[in-house]
């Protein structure tokens, strides 16, 4: 993949902005990168908080094939580019929520078009809090920042060159049929494994149940009453 990066100061949202690219038909590796944005979006139409000092950048791509772990496997290689870069250990919350010491480091908005059943493309947001010093807002987020945590200003360009590098051979391993590495990567990391937890649900229903891993789809394995239930969409509620 050949990657087109293109840089701005400010934007509204860099997967807002990458969506009008990919209708004209952008390729593969566009990418968009902001300093901060005016209108970062997050999971469930919460809004994603974009001073300076985060990395906020959105990555295109055009799979000739649907990839249902990609929102998985791009959350494996936040965390360890995060673990590149700092020596730091940082788990993932089911999807792709990167957490340290029970605070969110990072969130991730994959987004997709589909033309008559087969994908068009995929735009992979990601947020990463590399150089805020602190958070005064969306507190019940419990957000954090690398800096927050180890003291150290880090290079945002040289955290992103890293995440790219990693995300182009985890991708084109997927490609190639390989998904195993994703799913025990995840594993491995997995925040809350073999915890008991709420989850809500479709229909703002709520679960109970210990979470056992995720299936070859990237669906949650939750385990109630001796009977295992595959989630496709929820929330573990923390
Ligand atoms: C989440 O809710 O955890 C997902 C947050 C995703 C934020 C990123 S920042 C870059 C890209 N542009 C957006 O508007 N959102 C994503």
Redesign the pocket.
Known sequence: MIINKIQFNE????????AELAKQNYPEGTL?V?KT?T??????S?I?L?EIG?????LLIRPNKYLSLLSIMTGTVVADSLRQISGLEFKVKWP??IIYGAK?I????VESKFKNNVPDYF?I????NINQNKFELMKE?RPTSLKIISGIEYDIDNFLDIFLDKFQSSYSRYLSGNSDFIISNFLDKMYLKNEVVDLSIHDNKILRGKIIGINRDGALLVENNGIIESIYSGRVIL
């Open positions: 934007l509204e949202s860099t997967n807002d902005y990458l968009i902001a944005q209108k970062g979006r997050g999971q469930n919460n994603w974009s985060g990395l906020y950048f959105s792709n929520d969110k990072s969130g991730i908005l735009i947001g990601c947020g990463i987020y």
